[in-house]
C-alpha cells in the first residue's frame, strides 16, 4: 500500500483480555519496528524485524507481549492479559532495510490507541 | 549507548517568531540523527535528517537542523512560526545499521496568535 496502515486505530477493552493490534507495511519494507507511545514518555521500543532474520525482541517490556510477522509483510502484536499500564498508543513503523532505514528513516502507521479499563 | 535528550517538554512561540527545539545527543559512535514531527492522532512524519554529510541540514516546512559535534546537539529551528507548525516534535538517534532509532521524550510546540 501507499503507506503503513495500523488497526484496529482505537481499542477499547477490559483488563485481563487478550488484544491483537496489526500492521501492514509498506510493500517492498523488509524491516518492521513497534514502539509504543506513552503520554509524556516518548516513543518506546519494543521488537524489530528484519527481513527473515531473528527478531530483535529486546524492548518487549514482558512476557504478555509477542509480536510476529507473516510473510514477511503483516506483522501482529499481541499483549495477553491486558493490565492499565498497557494503556498507550502502539505505533509501527516500516522501512528499507538497515542503511535505508538511516538514509529515507521510517515511515510510522497513525497507531492504534489502546485503552485497558 | 546512544540517547537523545529534548530541554522543554512544553515549547509556546507567538507566530512568526524563531522556533528554537533543543536535542542534545549521546553517542559512542557518529551518530544519523533525525527530527519526526507528529500532529493530533497521526503518525510520525520525517521532517528532516542528518547523515554525515552537509552540518546544516534542511527539511520539510521551512524547518532546517545543525549538527554541532562539540556540543553533541541537533537543534531544530525554523525563522518563522507558523500555527500550522503546532504539533509534537521528537529528536531521534541511530547507529549506521539502522536496526533501533532512539527517540527523545519529545517536545509539544504551541504557536501563538
Known amino acids: 500500500g501507499a503507506g503503513v496502515s495500523q488497526s484496529p486505530s482505537n481499542k477499547v477493552t477490559e483488563k485481563g483480555k487478550d488484544v491483537e493490534l496489526r500492521c501492514d507495511p509498506i510493500?517492498?519494507?523488509?524491516?518492521l519496528y513497534w514502539y509504543r507511545q506513552s503520554l509524556g514518555q516518548g516513543l518506546e521500543f519494543l521488537i524489530y524485524?528484519?527481513?527473515?532474520?531473528?527478531?530483535?525482541k529486546s524492548g518487549l517490556p514482558s512476557d504478555r507481549f509477542s509480536a510476529e510477522r507473516t510473510g514477511g509483510s503483516v506483522s501482529t502484536l499481541t499483549i495477553q492479559r491486558t493490565q492499565q499500564e498497557d494503556s498507550a498508543v502502539y505505533l509501527c513503523?516500516?522501512?528499507?532495510?538497515?542503511?535505508?532505514?538511516?538514509?529515507?528513516?521510517?515511515?510510522f502507521g497513525s497507531g492504534t490507541r489502546l485503552t485497558v479499563v | 549507548a546512544q540517547s537523545v535528550t529534548q530541554l522543554g517538554s512544553h515549547v509556546s512561540v507567538s507566530e512568526g517568531a524563531l522556533v528554537l527545539l533543543r536535542c542534545n545527543y549521546s553517542?559512542?559512535?557518529?551518530?544519523?540523527l533525525f527530527w519526526y514531527v507528529q500532529y493530533p492522532n497521526q503518525g510520525l512524519q520525517l521532517l528532516l535528517k542528518?547523515?554525515?554529510?552537509?552540518?546544516l541540514v534542511k527539511g520539510i516546512n521551512g524547518f532546517e537542523a545543525e549538527f554541532k559535534k562539540s556540543e553533541t546537539s541537533f537543534h531544530l529551528t525554523k525563522p518563522s512560526a507558523h500555527m500550522s507548525d503546532a504539533a509534537e516534535y521528537f529528536c531521534?538517534?541511530?547507529?549506521?545499521?539502522?536496526?533501533?532509532?532512539?527517540f527523545g521524550t519529545g517536545t509539544s510546540l504551541t504557536v501563538i496568535p
Open positions: 513503523a516500516s522501512s528499507l532495510g538497515g542503511q535505508g532505514a538511516v538514509n529515507y528513516g521510517y515511515t
Open positions: 510493500s517492498g519494507h523488509t524491516a
Open positions: 524485524f528484519q527481513g527473515n532474520s531473528a527478531p530483535d
Open positions: 553517542s559512542s559512535v557518529p551518530p544519523y
Open positions: 542528518y547523515t554525515s554529510a552537509a552540518t
Open positions: 531521534a538517534v541511530s547507529s549506521n545499521t539502522g536496526n533501533q532509532f532512539y
